[in-house]
């Protein structure tokens, strides 16, 4: 297949490249499930040997209205990146580029109103066993939500100087996969850390 870099030359794309692009952060995403369910089993081996939870007397947990707010706000991104890669598909490049921002900009929300959270919770990481696993869990979260950004913003980029269509989606797809785990990993976290 051949395509056409922005001076107008022709681009070779190599055979099989898009499906091994795709299996390599399907490879990625496999390594980043390993490690939110070693925190996950790790919370739960912690949590099921206290005899109260949260453990420490006067620690409640946090209340649900910001949370719940980012949840709304996460899954309407997904729902928003999706939207990005049906129009990729149909190289529809305005409604790509107006949900690739949508995107980011749900996303970044969801940032903002986590950094508040954690500025107002009135607990800690030195606060016991509950506050380090919850701003562990929560943390590490949180910087795969800014990786998924960033990456979000270079596809808009790419696509902005004409680098992205639908014969040349690869990127597009494969930040969508990333995103999707970002967003499922926040539901589980939001009803572990938060629900149950």
């Known amino acids: 297949m051949t395509a056409h870099g922005a001076l107008g030359h022709a681009i070779e794309q190599p055979a099989g490249g898009h499906d091994r692009m795709l299996l390599g952060v399907k490879l990625a995403i496999l390594s980043e499930i ?57 190289n ?21 109103i986590q950094v508040f959270e954690f500025a107002t919770n009135g607990f800690g990481l030195a ?24 990456l979000i913003a270079m596809v808009a980029n790419r696509a902005r100087k004409g680098y992205i269509n639908a014969q040349r989606n690869t990127a597009v797809e494969g930040v969508s996969y990333y995103w999707h785990f970002v967003d499922v990993v926040w539901i589980f976290l939001f009803s572990t850390l938060y629900v149950i």
């Open 127 to 150: 606060d016991g066993v509950f506050g380090s696993t919850f701003y562990t869990l929560t943390g590490f979260h949180g910087a795969h939500v800014l990786v998924g950004l960033l």
């Open 92 to 112: 529809d490049h305005a409604r790509l580029m107006r949900f690739l921002l949508a995107s980011i900009v749900l996303g970044g929300i969801f940032l903002c």
């Open 34 to 90: 390993m490690l939110f369910g070693a925190l996950f089993a790790a919370y739960f081996v912690v949590r099921s040997e206290a005899p109260d939870w949260p453990p420490v007397g006067d620690l409640e947990r946090p209340e649900l209205l910001l949370p719940g707010l980012n949840t709304i706000l996460l899954v309407s991104s997904s729902v928003t990146m999706q939207l990005a890669v049906r129009a990729v598909g149909r």
